[in-house]
Nanobody, 132 residues
Framework: QVQLVESGGGSVQPGESLRLSCVVS????????MGWFRQAPGKEREGVAS?????????????VKGRFTISRDNVSQDNAKNTLYLQMNALKPEDTALYYCAADLRVPREFCNRGHWTDSYRGQGTQVTVSS
């Protein structure tokens, strides 16, 4: 079981920055994949970025590569608790969406690092709005 709680969304102008945070708590121990999805009205949900708890390799969607950075703090040694971040720079109006953090306990690291994972567990989401 995994619980995820996001914070940090808001409204900004194009070109500005935001930092999203997510506390990820799981029962049990072991390494797993986690990251961020976004859902905009009328569009399919998009996997924005992912990171595996072992190794630290990351994956980014082409639409955010070079502007967004995913990172994490391992709060407990058994990976039972992590804080996940998404630093978003040079925001564009097309980045407007509901962002939610997610976790997938099943995929191996090499799948996570290619963005081949799913939001088996997800938080409630935080709204990001970019407009002038």
């Amino acid at each position: 079981q995994v619980q995820l709680v996001e914070s940090g969304g808001g409204s900004v102008q194009p070109g500005e920055s935001l930092r999203l945070s997510c506390v990820v708590s799981r029962s049990g121990s072991g390494h797993f994949c986690m990251g961020w999805f976004r859902q905009a009205p009328g569009k399919e949900r998009e996997g924005v970025a992912s990171i595996y708890t072992r190794g630290g390799d990351t994956f980014y969607a082409d639409s955010v590569k070079g502007r967004f950075t995913i990172s994490r703090d391992n709060v407990s040694q058994d990976n039972a608790k992590n804080t996940l971040y998404l630093q978003m720079n040079a925001l564009k109006p097309e980045d407007t969406a509901l962002y939610y953090c997610a976790a997938d306990l099943r995929v191996p690291r090499e799948f996570c690092n290619r963005g081949h994972w799913t939001d088996s567990y997800r938080g409630q989401g935080t709204q990001v709005t970019v407009s002038s």
